[in-house]
C-alpha cells in the first residue's frame, strides 16, 4: 500500500519562499519519478516538477528557475524548494510517485499522490 504525506505548505508573501517535503512509504520500485502536481480551483492539475530515476527534472515553465526538486530514491522521499513566489502559484500541491522510472507528462499518469498541502502567495 503505498501513500505519500506532504507537509510544508502555507501562506506566503509575493516573492517569499516555502519548501515542500514529500515522504513516501510502501514504495518498491528502486528508482521511482517523483513529481509535485499543482491544482488550482477552475484549472486543470498541473505537473509542476518531476525528477526521474536517473536524476532527470522537468519544470513547468511557469516555475523555471524558481522552483527545485530534490529527490532521494534510498528514502522515497522529495522536496520541492519555492523561491520568489508569486500569486499565480497558489494552489493545492500534491507529491505523487510513477511506479517507474520515467515520468509522465500527464498528472493522471502518476500512480499514487498524496492528500497535498495548500500554498497561499497573498
Known amino acids: 500500500h503505498v501513500q505519500l504525506v506532504e507537509s510544508g505548505g502555507g501562506l506566503v508573501q509575493p516573492g517569499g519562499s516555502l519548501r515542500l517535503s514529500c515522504a513516501g512509504f510502501?514504495?518498491?520500485?528502486?528508482?521511482?519519478?517523483m513529481g509535485w502536481l499543482r491544482e488550482v480551483p477552475g484549472k486543470e492539475r498541473e505537473v509542476v516538477a518531476s525528477?526521474?530515476?536517473?536524476?532527470?527534472?522537468i519544470y513547468a515553465p511557469a516555475v523555471e528557475g524558481r522552483f527545485t526538486i530534490t529527490k532521494d530514491n534510498a528514502k522515497k522521499t522529495s522536496s520541492l524548494q519555492m523561491n520568489s513566489l508569486k500569486p499565480g502559484d497558489t494552489g493545492m500541491y500534491f507529491c505523487?510517485?510513477?511506479?517507474?522510472?520515467?515520468?509522465?507528462?500527464?498528472?493522471?499518469?502518476?500512480?499514487?499522490w498524496g492528500q497535498g498541502t495548500q500554498v497561499t502567495v497573498s
Open positions: 510502501g514504495i518498491t520500485y528502486r528508482d521511482p519519478c
Open positions: 525528477m526521474d530515476g536517473y536524476g532527470h527534472t
Open positions: 505523487a510517485v510513477r511506479l517507474n522510472s520515467g515520468c509522465p507528462i500527464f498528472p493522471r499518469d502518476f500512480d499514487h
